[in-house]
């Protein structure tokens, strides 16, 4: 039971503040493993609009957009992987509401950081984990995600709401994987990412509070900006 609760911890540290579908997190031995064989391309899906009125749409659609532009160019993507980075920001990022994630993730830290400290951790701490994980959605192909219908309250009158899903890896297990939105001016956006329970906001909030008690704040940021810029 703890060595499962450790791989679960280990898993959401992992995950992308941006990433709503937190491929990141459970890809992350495929990246690291060495590409000898290349997985047959699925036949690439109509391109499909990502829907942000409706909470489990949203986290539906942008699956099904990020993974038709994903099969269909994953060659090139190959090539470039620099270029998945592109492919988050513009699927994924404008959905995932980084700046109330970040003011979660830093806590008691947040009130005391300047409006220039705040701006860059959610920068640094957003492109470090791309930078370190982003490559793992080369691998990652539809037959592996699993999301499950939205049961909660009526999206027009709700203002938070969970959506699961089920993301498959490469030995056959199966991974929870559930998603907390809340309604915007802009419609619905993802917020935090849980893993088996484990919510990956509270996971960063205790390693990062830990960090800065010890370190400051500017250290953090500069830690996560050299990340960030390390493979460029």
Request: proline fraction near 4%.
């Amino acid at each position: 039971m703890r060595n499962n609760h450790l791989m679960s911890v280990v898993a959401v540290r992992a995950a992308p503040a941006a990433a709503v579908l937190a491929l990141l997190a459970l890809l992350q031995p495929v990246a690291a493993r060495a590409a000898t064989t290349t997985p047959a391309a699925a036949p690439a899906a109509a391109p499909v609009a990502v829907v942000d009125t409706d909470p489990g749409k949203l986290i539906e659609t942008a699956a099904q957009t990020m993974l038709a532009e994903l099969d269909a160019q994953r060659a090139e993507f190959r090539k470039d992987p620099a270029k998945i980075n592109d492919l988050v920001d513009r699927i994924l990022l404008p959905h995932f509401d980084t700046s109330y994630s970040a003011r979660l993730v830093l806590g008691r830290h947040w009130n005391a950081a300047t409006p220039e400290q705040r701006q860059r951790f959610i920068d640094g701490f957003y492109h470090s984990l791309l930078t370190n994980y982003g490559t793992a959605l080369l691998d990652f192909t539809g037959d592996r995600l699993k999301v499950f219908p939205y049961k909660g309250e009526a999206a027009a009158t709700a203002t938070n709401a969970t959506v699961r899903t089920q993301v498959r890896k490469d030995d056959g297990s199966t991974v929870a994987v559930n998603y907390s939105l809340h309604h915007t001016d802009k419609g619905w956006m993802a917020w935090d990412v849980i893993i088996e329970g484990i919510s990956y906001v509270k996971s960063f909030r205790d390693d990062f509070g830990a960090e800065i008690d010890q370190k400051g704040l500017d250290a953090v940021i500069e830690r996560l900006e050299k990340q960030a810029n390390a493979k460029k």
